[in-house]
Antibody, heavy 112, light 106 residues
Framework: EVKLVESGGGLLKPGGSLKLSCVASGFTFSNYWMHWVRQAPGKGLEWIGEIEYDGTETNYAPSIKDRFTISRDNAKNTLYLQMSSVRSEDTATYFC?????WGQGVMVTVSS | DIQMTQSPSVLSASVGDRVTLNCKASQNINKYLNWYQQKLGEAPKLLIYNTNNLQTGIPSRFSGSGSGTDYTLTISSLQPEDVATYFCFQHNSWPTFGSGTKLEIK
């Protein structure tokens, strides 16, 4: 069974940092580009970035570029999202996805 | 950036109805268009990929069509379990989602 499980969410203050993880199972993780998508409360979906199979290429949406970093460890079947200089508008549920499979999401709340 | 416009934003229909959801791109996306269903409190689920390919395990009442800038998701006979928000998603270039169509039962 294909499974993606995110973790690491929580409450943090503006300007703070947080690292999300996404553990993959049930498929060959290293064969897939991986993506992060977020959804603010009651809002639509926003693609925020992606990483190539071996991590050599990453692409980011303008809204998070230079603040967030996507990385992966194929030996651990794990995708990461390092969030820095967070703002209130980063409050959202964060999903990791292959576009086909999706994790259940992890909530990040930015508030003073 | 490619803008994706979905219409209508809310659709109310009866069980058994044929339902059509629309998605218009601001430029040609070469059929790189997916449709997702999201039920309240859940992650999105892939229904259709690359315009008209039904994802494994998805009921055949769902179908997709389109080309260029205009795309459609059709539910041939609406079922109660289809109540959800539907998002289109283009991955021809920098990926973008539509704002969604909320589907309700009359």
């Amino acid at each position: 069974e294909v499974k993606l499980v995110e973790s690491g969410g929580g409450l943090l203050k503006p300007g703070g940092s947080l690292k999300l993880s996404c553990v993959a199972s049930g498929f060959t993780f290293s064969n897939y580009w991986m993506h992060w998508v977020r959804q603010a409360p009651g809002k639509g979906l926003e693609w925020i970035g992606e990483i190539e199979y071996d991590g050599t290429e990453t692409n980011y949406a303008p809204s998070i570029k230079d603040r967030f970093t996507i990385s992966r460890d194929n030996a651990k079947n794990t995708l990461y999202l390092q969030m820095s200089s967070v703002r209130s508008e980063d409050t959202a549920t964060y999903f990791c996805t292959t576009y086909t499979a999706w994790g259940q999401g992890v909530m990040v709340t930015v508030s003073s | 950036d490619i803008q994706m416009t979905q219409s209508p934003s809310v659709l109310s229909a009866s069980v058994g109805d044929r339902v059509t959801l629309n998605c218009k791109a601001s430029q040609n996306i070469n059929k790189y268009l997916n449709w997702y269903q999201q039920k309240l409190g859940e992650a999105p689920k892939l229904l259709i990929y690359n315009t008209n390919n039904l994802q494994t395990g998805i009921p055949s009442r769902f179908s997709g069509s389109g080309s260029g800038t205009d795309y459609t998701l059709t539910i041939s006979s609406l079922q109660p379990e289809d109540v959800a928000t539907y998002f289109c998603f283009q991955h021809n270039s920098w990926p973008t989602f539509g704002s969604g169509t909320k589907l309700e039962i009359k």
